[in-house]
């Protein structure tokens, strides 16, 4: 008994010096308050930005994460980015069990070394050394160690701490740069965070500390807009051994122009007088712009490029002429150059693409901020932007890949902000019309078309080109309310004119109504049916955000089994709100046909968290309505 007591004191007296020595390594000293709503736990992360000179910047690492389940293993973020400018001086990861035991360490032989980019990238330089581990159990620590030099100086690493489902202990960023140079800072939502800094010159940090973990929320604003972030820029910098001093945009689009798209819009003469006679009869600029973009689509297709300074500069335009390919920056300034020949005036713009809108920040100019470049055409005010890489996109439309969101036009006299076009939520229409006829056993034979614009345009317009299993798997995926879907045929228009996509359907169906004894129920909405409810929150974090509004109508007869007559039909329906409008009906033509008329519109807007559980009962009730069923009784 005295042995086990003894025993017991040393394990307590073990206890407290583990705790008394804050070590980070082990799950035992963990605040359990930073697990909540967290799959890993940043127990320390400590990044340090040395700018040595204008052509030297080595950043080093050290961040300690406790993993707590599977979810949470690429929270490490044991990755380190390299190409011939970019050296790794040191990678390692040491690993810790349960009780902070070191049980492996990798060092950076052992990562995975890949290539960074895409497929459908043509050369690169670029490649990524990451770690790759299964742990043999959960919790446990990881220790990353890292040190990268580079002569380029134009990135500087964000200060972004904060992730969802990820609690932070504690997370430092210090910047160390020659105290003759400016800092330019772009902070947002520090204050929020409890976020310190310290701004003396030469050194610039930022502290957070005990921060649980967040959950993400559906409907809500973007990451950027919530989460604390800095993003750091230079007054003077080096990239690819280009020497800038730029401390707006305006600055930074004269050193673009000057340094990497200056003299890069000549081809030969034989393109020239190919240009000059396809727009002989042309009587507008617009007219001339659309010949010239139909040749370029005709002619180029698109391969990335990433390689040194052409991460940033384009391809020049005759060699995009003789070879016939290029990316997202050779193939717009090609387009431009070709536009020149004509007299049209066009700027190469640099904009941040993706689903989700992104703004590059007009008060603060940097050259990491963008990640894809399109052209624009002013027209007179009226804008034009032309997304250059794709051979099928109509003149003229962007899509949701580059709406609606700030943008740099790059121009000789320096650059410029504008905003690429919104489409509005009466533009981003679908139409759906046809008929169906209701059979004796519960089935379906069905004649649909369905036309799309705006961003309903982007989401269908690629069909055109998909096999025919392809166009097979997603029809049956989009009307998945309906069971056992054979397609009879499918045809596609593309409209480029008007932009606008047409689909025209037959397929056949069964079991679709439900039968029981001398009746049958069937829900009348058979094609176009809204059945997605947003998600449940108890306590709602961050503000209902609707980033784009859409607008639907729908109308087709409905032909009944003959062995049938209606017993009941539902009530019609208007919905009118903040967040949109919905209506239904049901009506009967004759004794064997009904007809059924519906429309929905979402409109885009930013509303307070209060209002998201209003907005979900909205979609209830459209989804409630949507599934409103027909009642048919034996004859």
């Not at 670029?126 to 159990?137: G, H, N």
Request: net charge neutral; hydrophobic share 35%; proline share 3%.
């Amino acid at each position: 008994m005295r042995t086990k007591l003894l025993y017991v004191i040393i394990l307590l007296l073990n206890s407290n010096l583990v705790f008394s020595q804050d070590n980070l390594t082990t799950y035992l000293t963990l605040p359990q308050e930073l697990t909540k709503n967290a799959n890993a736990v940043v127990r320390l992360d400590e990044m340090n930005v040395d700018v040595k000179a204008i052509n030297d910047l080595e950043t080093s690492r050290k961040r300690i994460v406790t993993v707590l389940n599977e979810n949470g293993l690429h929270k490490i973020r044991a990755v380190v980015w390299y190409d011939d400018d970019i050296k790794v001086k040191k990678a390692e990861v040491k690993i810790y069990d349960k009780f902070g035991k070191q049980i492996k360490k990798i060092r950076e032989r052992d990562f995975k070394d890949v290539s960074a980019v895409e497929g459908s990238t043509l050369y690169s330089d670029s490649r990524v050394k990451y770690l790759d581990y299964t742990p043999v159990a959960y919790p446990f620590t990881a220790v990353f160690t890292s040190t990268i030099q580079t002569k380029n100086t134009a990135h500087l690493p964000v200060f972004s701490p904060v992730e969802y489902y990820l609690g932070v202990e504690k997370s430092t960023y210090t910047l160390h740069y020659p105290q003759s140079y400016t800092v330019h800072k772009k902070e947002l939502n520090l204050e929020k965070f409890d976020v310190v800094m310290n701004d003396a010159p030469g050194k610039l940090t930022y502290v957070i500390e005990n921060i649980a973990g967040i959950k993400s929320e559906s409907y809500s604003p973007s990451e950027t807009a919530l989460k604390p972030r800095a993003y750091l820029a230079l007054n003077k910098f080096s990239y690819e051994g280009i020497k800038a001093e730029v401390n707006d945009w305006n600055d930074f689009g004269i050193w673009t122009y000057k340094n990497l798209i200056q003299g890069r819009s000549r081809v030969d003469e034989a393109t020239k007088n190919e240009i000059l006679n396809l727009i002989a009869n042309a009587t507008s600029d617009k007219e001339k712009a659309k010949i010239i973009y139909e040749f370029m689509q005709n002619k180029t297709r698109y391969i990335s490029v990433q390689v040194g300074i052409g991460g940033y500069q384009p391809i020049p335009a005759d060699e995009v002429d003789k070879v016939s390919y290029g990316d997202c920056k050779g193939l717009s300034n090609y387009m431009m150059a070709l536009l020149k020949i004509a007299g049209v005036e066009s700027y190469y713009t640099v904009v941040h693409a993706g689903d989700e809108i992104v703004d590059l920040y007009s008060d603060f100019a940097s050259l990491g901020q963008g990640n894809h470049v399109i052209l624009n055409i002013p027209n007179k005010g009226g804008d034009i932007w032309l997304e250059c890489t794709s051979q099928k996109m109509p003149f003229g439309y962007i899509g949701d890949f580059t709406d609606n969101r700030n943008v740099l036009l790059i121009t000789p006299e320096g650059g410029k902000i504008k905003r690429t076009k919104k489409y509005e939520t009466d533009e981003n229409f679908q139409k759906t019309t046809g008929s169906y006829t209701l059979t004796n056993d519960g089935g379906l034979d069905v004649n649909v078309t369905v036309t799309t614009e705006g961003i309903q345009y982007s989401n269908r317009y690629y069909l055109e080109d998909r096999s025919e299993s392809d166009k097979d798997k997603h029809y049956k995926k989009y009307w998945r309310n309906i069971n056992n879907i054979s397609i009879d045929e499918i045809i596609h228009e593309n409209d480029k004119e008007n932009i606008v996509f047409t689909e025209k359907v037959k397929f056949k169906a069964e079991g679709y109504a439900v039968k029981t004894g001398d009746r049958i129920l069937f829900a009348p909405n058979a094609l176009n049916k809204y059945n997605s409810i947003p998600d449940r929150y108890r306590n709602r974090k961050f503000p209902l955000k609707i980033s784009r509004g859409f607008y639907d109508v729908d109308s087709y007869e409905i032909k009944l089994p003959s062995d049938y007559k209606i017993e009941a039909l539902p009530n019609s329906i208007v919905l009118e709100d903040k967040f949109g409008a919905y209506s239904f009906s049901v009506t009967q033509k004759d004794d064997q046909t009904l007809v059924y008329k519906r429309s929905i519109k979402i409109s885009d807007g930013e509303y307070p968290k209060e209002e998201y559980n209003n907005y979900r009962k909205f979609i209830k009730k459209i989804v409630k309505f949507d599934n409103s069923k027909v009642v048919l009784v034996k004859k």
